[in-house]
């Protein structure tokens, strides 16, 4: 890939970027109620008026980090979405005021559903955690290090108080999303924070990278996306399960880690276990892109999605490769970002409406077309387009 062709990259990302924001800004405000509406058609309208925590979380913390990190977005009314955001948040995620907070909610803040895991309340925290960092606001970071000592309690001594209940055939296991999480959070908390809340949080950060090593499995041929809390591979279909999106993500959180802490040998196996070998894995031969799901055994997942292309394993895709070439230059990662990139640009982006389609059929044609629903927010295509953005401009400026 060329200086001229990195160059054009770079702008079609940061034009991307550019329409993705403008499109959340002009359809997703709720100036009634506040917060976020996310379940946008092609058009901008507005479908459902549901509001799911997780992407309320997501887009306080999406429109705070570009505000404080990229001149050009720091403008008044992104910072004021994001303070509106995060009081519809702290006024309704928390269940009865407990720590516990909402999968979802009414319009006007009613809970509607909770989910017996972590994740509302991982969105939860990076949101107050990034807000508080434009505002200076010591109340809301201290919520977000209590909402974290919640957590980890939740994980690693007691998780009764997620409200799932003990069955014998219940089997424990290590979900790989569980130590992706609290890592993702461990660096959320700790950035340019100083030397006490590093170490404050050292030991969970390596905690969290043994327990997604454990996931390598197969004499280090397959990404597993649960397996035993001893590190095992567990029996049928849960135990076969791969998701070569999650485990392209994280590859690129553990070259973050192996980056901050000068591990070279995590960084060797983030790319050749949770870079290159999902994408080898994982990537349609045929037809391009990356399967949803696939089956390690090669049995048909039982996931009805699993064929299909989704928006957000591809974002995954372009950050861990063009990462991951930006600390070793190896050209083949490089060629790797080229070939998802191209994919991708070409069937996700919507270039009539803005935006970006989330759903494609095996073959690369739009399933569904809404910009926005239950689980597409502002978050996986922004990040992407932001990180990329970033990580361009180092390697350009660098460039010999």
Request: proline content about 3%.
């Amino acid at each position: 890939m060329s200086v001229v062709k990195l160059e054009q990259s770079r702008e079609r990302i940061r034009t991307e970027l550019d329409n993705v924001v403008d499109f959340w800004l002009k359809h997703s405000h709720d100036t009634v109620h506040g917060g976020f509406f996310t379940c946008i058609g092609r058009d901008g309208a507005v479908y459902d008026e549901l509001k799911y925590v997780w992407l309320q979380g997501r887009q306080v913390w999406m429109y705070c980090r570009l505000y404080r990190t990229m001149d050009r977005y720091r403008r008044p009314e992104i910072l004021e979405a994001a303070k509106a955001g995060a009081a519809f948040l702290r006024r309704f995620a928390r269940v009865s005021g407990q720590w516990k907070c909402a999968f979802c909610l009414t319009r006007d803040g009613k809970a509607v559903k909770v989910q017996r895991t972590i994740f509302s309340e991982c969105f939860y925290i990076m949101a107050m955690d990034e807000l508080s960092r434009v505002t200076g606001d010591k109340d809301m970071q201290l919520e977000a290090e209590q909402m974290m000592e919640q957590l980890i309690h939740w994980v690693r001594v007691d998780s009764s108080g997620l409200g799932r209940p003990q069955l014998p055939g219940d089997v424990a296991t290590n979900s790989m999303a569980v130590p992706m999480m609290l890592l993702c959070l461990v660096q959320q908390l700790t950035e340019g924070r100083g030397q006490e809340v590093v170490q404050k949080y050292r030991e969970l950060g390596s905690w969290c990278v043994q327990q997604i090593l454990q996931h390598i499995q197969r004499d280090g041929t397959a990404i597993l996306e649960n397996v035993s809390l001893e590190g095992a591979e567990l029996p049928g279909c849960q135990g076969r399960l791969q998701n070569p999106g999650h485990a392209l993500e994280a590859g690129w959180f553990l070259l973050q880690y192996s980056a901050e802490w000068g591990d070279e040998e995590l960084q060797r196996t983030a790319i050749n276990k949770f870079v290159e070998l999902p994408y080898r894995c994982g990537w349609d031969k045929e037809h391009g892109g990356l399967f949803y799901f696939l089956d390690v055994d090669g049995h048909c997942p039982t996931q009805l999605e699993w064929n299909m292309k989704l928006w957000w394993p591809h974002c995954e895709a372009l950050i861990a490769f063009l990462m991951a070439y930006s600390q070793t230059k190896k050209p083949e990662l490089l060629d790797r970002f080229s070939e998802v990139y191209e994919y991708t640009f070409s069937h996700f982006s919507d270039a009539k409406s803005s935006e970006w389609f989330g759903y494609l059929t095996q073959e690369g044609k739009v399933a569904l077309d809404f910009k926005g629903g239950p689980f597409k927010g502002f978050f996986h295509v922004p990040r992407c387009l932001y990180m990329c953005e970033r990580i361009l401009d180092d390697l350009l400026a660098n460039k010999d």
